[in-house]
């Protein structure tokens, strides 16, 4: 964070946040990517990665610099790989319970589908969709984790406090997923008031988990176990395994992502707290 400060950091955030998001709604009302054979609006995500590298060499920094170094890549990957599959086990365990009680028997199907807010879907299962879908996401995550942990936080850091910075960033992240909920009003999809609803719930909820990956890039020093647990999200929880029942599929979809984060953040939160205490008692032990 020595680095002399040529720019100020907020207002280049907020720059480049403007152009990604402006891009961002383009695509999800003028292209419409995820309604075509695609299923996935991947184009501003690719734009913003382009950006993300732009923005880097501008700046004279490098991947590493946000946090996508080489060593710890695997370790670090599994870690949230294994913290996003054991939260959802519990969530989707919560999940099942609750429509059991129900008496709405259900059961587990894989394929992939895109996420909306609607409840249509197509049911793809030939092995080119499960690919796509994994590398679509791989793309998805490393623009987000990148932008929104890597180079956002460490802009901010440069004159803010982390938990500051990372607060901004998270709320950023919020903001970033309400054209869902937008969408599927002006399509006339959703009143307004339930547009609004979701749309709290979407900042809210966007916001939590943009805290937590923020807290796992402080605690391992890099950015990969906030990516594995965020594909792991992205990927197998909400595109590839759903939960099937008479009365239709992923119906407490929304239930079983909120207990999954909430599960996983609060585990993240304590994970923090305990590594800052350990910090503070041996004050000359060099963290990650």
Known sequence: ????????????????????????????????????TIGENIFHK???????????????????DIGFQRSGFVSSLLKGLLLGSVCFILSYGLEFAILALQDNPAHFEIYISS???????????????????VLFNAVNVWMEEGVFRGLFIKMLCETKPFMTANGIA????????????????????????????????????????GIKWGLLYRITGNIWAGLGDH????????????????????????????????????????????????????PFVVGP
Not at 8 to 18: E, G, Q, R, Y
Not at 21 to 26: S, V
């Open 115 to 133: 996420f909306t807010l609607t409840d249509s879907q197509v049911k793809n299962t030939d092995f080119l969709f499960f690919l796509l879908c």
């Open 170 to 209: 998270a709320f950023l992240f919020g903001i970033w997923h309400i054209v869902m909920p937008i969408r599927s009003y002006i399509n006339g999809e959703m009143s307004f008031a339930v547009m609004v609803f979701l749309g709290i719930g979407y900042v809210i909820l966007s916001g939590v988990m």
């Open 46 to 64: 690719a734009i913003g990665v382009i950006l993300l590298a732009v923005t880097l060499k501008i700046l004279h920094l490098t991947w590493s």
């Open 231 to 282: 594909l792991f999200n992205n990927t197998v929880a909400t595109n590839m395994l759903h939960v099937v029942s008479p009365r239709g599929a992923d119906e407490l979809q929304i239930v079983r992502i909120m207990a999954a984060q909430l599960i996983s953040f609060a585990f993240v939160l304590i994970l923090y707290y305990d590594k800052n205490k350990k910090a503070n008692k041996f």
């Open 1 to 36: 964070m020595g680095r002399n400060i040529k720019y100020k950091p907020d207002n280049l955030c907020i720059a480049i946040f403007t152009f990604c998001l402006l891009i961002r709604f383009a695509e999800y009302f003028l292209i419409e990517t995820d309604k075509t």
